[in-house]
C-alpha cells in the first residue's frame, strides 16, 4: 500500500522568508500524481499545488514550487515572500494513476509564520 | 460556484445513536469523495461516486457506514451505532474530470462528537 511521510510535525518562518515542507512517499507505481493542500484553521482543505510523475519539470504556482525527485520518491513544498495568510497545516497527497481515486495524505505539517 | 456545502457543520451524539451527513458538491462536478479526518492526522479516503454510482470504497467503512449518492446529485453519509472512535471530521469533496488528476474542492467538514 501507498504510504505518505512528512516527518515535520510543525515548521515556522519569518514573514518574507522562504521555508521548504517534506515529503517522501513508498509506492511501486510508475505513474501517478502528487499534491499539497493547505487547511486553514476551521476553514476548508484547499489545493496548493499538483505534479504530474511523469512530468519532469517541477511544478511552480505563484509563490509555491516544488522539488519533485522520482527516484528518491521525495517531493517538497518551498514557499517564498512567506505571508501571515500562509499559516496552515500543510497535508502531502499522493494518488495512483491506476484509476483509483483515493488520495493518501501524510499528517500534515503545521507552518506558523512569524511577523 | 457555491463551493461544496456540509451540513450540520457540528453534531454531538450518544453513543449508540445513529447520525446523518449531507452534502451539497458544486453543481457540475460528477464525482464526490467523503474522507474521514480524527485529530492530528490526514484525511483518510472513504469512499468515491461518479454520478449516481459508488465505485469505490474504502475498508475503513466498516458495515455501520452508508452512503448515498441518489440521481448524483446531493450525497448522504450515514452511521449506525455511533461509537466513540468515530468521533471525527467528515469531509466532503467533488470534483470534474479533466486531463490528469482530478482536482478535488472540499467543503468545510462535519464534525462528529460521540459521547
Known amino acids: 500500500a501507498q504510504t505518505v511521510t512528512q516527518s515535520q510535525p510543525e515548521m515556522s518562518v519569518q514573514e518574507a522568508e522562504t521555508v521548504t515542507l517534506s515529503c517522501t512517499y513508498d509506492?511501486?507505481?510508475?505513474?501517478?500524481?502528487l499534491f499539497w493542500y493547505k487547511q486553514p484553521p476551521s476553514r476548508q482543505m484547499i489545493l496548493v499545488i499538483r505534479?504530474?510523475?511523469?512530468?519532469?519539470q517541477n511544478a511552480t504556482e505563484n509563490r509555491f514550487s516544488v522539488n519533485f525527485q522520482k527516484a528518491a520518491k521525495s517531493f517538497s513544498l518551498k514557499i517564498s515572500d512567506s505571508q501571515l495568510g500562509d499559516a496552515a497545516m500543510y497535508f502531502c497527497?499522493?494518488?495512483?494513476?491506476?484509476?483509483?481515486?483515493?488520495?493518501?495524505f501524510g499528517k500534515g505539517t503545521k507552518l506558523t509564520v512569524n511577523p | 460556484d457555491t463551493g461544496v456545502s456540509q451540513n450540520p457543520r457540528h453534531k454531538i451524539t450518544k453513543r449508540g445513536q445513529n447520525v446523518t451527513f449531507r452534502c451539497d458538491p458544486i453543481?457540475?462536478?460528477?464525482?464526490l469523495y467523503w474522507y474521514r479526518q480524527t485529530l492530528g492526522q490526514g484525511p483518510e479516503f472513504l469512499t468515491y461516486?461518479?454520478?449516481?454510482?459508488?465505485?469505490?470504497k474504502s475498508r475503513l467503512l466498516s458495515d455501520r457506514f452508508s452512503a448515498e449518492r441518489p440521481k448524483g446529485s446531493f450525497s448522504t453519509l450515514e452511521i449506525q451505532r455511533t461509537e466513540q472512535g468515530d468521533s471525527a471530521m467528515y469531509l466532503c469533496?467533488?470534483?470534474?474530470?479533466?486531463?490528469?488528476?482530478?482536482?478535488?474542492?472540499f467543503g468545510a467538514g462535519s464534525r462528529l462528537t460521540v459521547l
Open positions: 469533496a467533488s470534483s470534474r474530470r479533466y486531463s490528469g488528476a482530478n482536482v478535488l474542492t
Open positions: 509506492t511501486s507505481e510508475s505513474d501517478y500524481y
Open positions: 505534479q504530474e510523475a511523469y512530468k519532469q
Open positions: 497527497a499522493y494518488r495512483g494513476g491506476g484509476g483509483s481515486e483515493k488520495l493518501v
Open positions: 453543481s457540475e462536478h460528477n464525482r
Open positions: 461516486f461518479q454520478n449516481e454510482a459508488q465505485l469505490e
